[in-house]
């Protein structure tokens, strides 16, 4: 197929993890699918941007923060 173009959907960087934290409930709060993508990806993420989208990307931005995998989003954007 000569000149056939395909389009490929992309997600951004914010969306690795809040993909995946959509999965999240208050029955299945569990973040283990999360941790590897976001250390891969800590410097490329807008932390609070993933912050400001639910109650688990909240909680997840800031167990990230405590354990030291990213900078405290809270004093950066300050």
Known sequence: ???????????????????????????????????????ALREQIDWENVRSRSPFERAFSTLVEELGIVENVRSAAA
């Open 1 to 39: 197929m000569k000149g056939a173009a395909h389009r490929l959907l992309a997600v951004s960087n914010d969306d690795v993890p809040a993909t995946k934290l959509l999965a999240c409930s208050e029955q299945t709060p569990s973040f283990r699918g999360v941790f590897k993508p976001a250390r």
